[in-house]
């Protein structure tokens, strides 16, 4: 049961990069920075790209794409990002990826910066405001890790009382501190205790669900983390494998099995992204353009995962769902 309509990607198979050598020489080239991993973020690859072609600018045709992927090694950034700088490439790209846009910044202040980020930008240090981001530097945001207490909020209203909260974290991403103030402050006020796993690696990640299965009427919040969304699909079975309830940021987990998401709509948030980077390669200024903030969030539930569970949800959480998969 659906109640909006997504965001329509380009049709047919994922065109992936051309080798630059075979590219005109006058095309513009954009370089791509991220810390995750092309096979998890096609679909969102492909909302990029639509944005670029509301611009007038399709892959191989007039614009080619250079694509450096860390795979959740945050540390491969910094050489990434100075790679595309000796390369001059046009702009720098970094949708969906917090991490790399502000490796990015300290790799440049010359060459115009685009990102799609899920924090706070302004206090991440990305841009001086959102109406005016002065430099090199311009996005748009989801504020997806600003948003830890409305999970925690929606999920206790689904499991036991007498629950005990985790937060699953990792230390090495730019967006745990701001995640981690919003929820704990978000717990305080719902009267409840959120404990701290972290992971930044696959085993920390298994070790995380083993001390889980451990601790029984466990729930799980996962943070917004390019390396955990790298990884969703491992997270999700682990979490069906201890049967515990989990509550993510993004609806790819709730696809794969998970049993809720809280979010913004992030293909728009990428989608803008693209158009940014189109309008920077026809001659406008990062300092001219205004952050984008998200104004569109979707709660979504997988009642498969739910009835496995032995979850029974109220009414008044399912009446919340954008969107309930059956």
């Given at each position: 049961m659906k109640r909006r309509q997504f965001i329509t990607f380009l049709s047919g198979a994922v065109a992936w990069p051309v080798a630059a050598q075979a590219q005109q020489p006058?095309?513009?080239?954009i370089g791509f920075l991220h810390a995750g991993s092309p096979e998890q973020n096609m679909q969102r690859l492909l909302a990029y790209r639509k944005g670029l072609a509301d611009t007038g600018f399709v892959e191989g045709q007039n614009v080619a794409i250079e694509f450096r992927w860390a795979d959740g090694h945050v540390d491969r950034l910094h050489d990434m990002a100075l790679d595309l700088v000796r390369r001059q490439v046009a702009?720098?790209?970094?949708p969906g990826s917090t991490d790399a846009a502000l490796v990015a910044k300290s790799a440049t202040s010359t060459i115009p910066i685009v990102f799609a980020a899920g924090g706070d930008v302004v206090g991440l240090g990305l841009v001086a405001s959102l109406s005016q981001p002065g430099a090199n530097v311009t996005g748009a945001t989801s504020l997806n890790a600003d948003i830890g207490a409305k999970r925690l909020d929606l999920i206790r209203q689904v499991v036991p009382k007498e629950a005990r909260y985790f937060a699953l974290v990792n230390p090495g991403s730019v967006l745990s501190g701001s995640y981690l103030k919003d929820l704990q402050v978000g717990a305080a006020g719902l009267g409840l205790h959120v404990e701290i796993l972290n992971a930044g690696t696959d085993g920390e990640i298994e070790a995380a669900f083993t001390n889980l299965s451990q601790q029984p009427g466990s729930v799980l919040l996962v943070s917004t983390d390019a390396f955990f969304f790298s990884r969703h699909q491992q997270i999700v079975k682990l979490a069906a494998r201890y049967r515990v309830p989990?509550?993510?940021?993004n609806r790819e987990y709730a696809l794969s099995g998970g049993l809720m998401s809280y979010g913004a709509d992030f293909y728009v948030v990428l989608e803008q992204a693209g158009v940014y980077t189109g309008r920077i390669l026809k001659g406008e200024k990062p300092a001219d353009?205004?952050?984008?903030q998200s104004a569109r969030y979707e709660f979504v539930i997988n009642m498969n995962t739910a009835k496995a569970f032995g979850l029974a949800l109220p009414p008044t959480v399912l009446a919340l769902a954008d969107e309930v998969i059956e």
């Open positions: 006058s095309m513009p080239v702009v720098i790209a970094t989990a509550m993510f940021d353009m205004p952050v984008m």
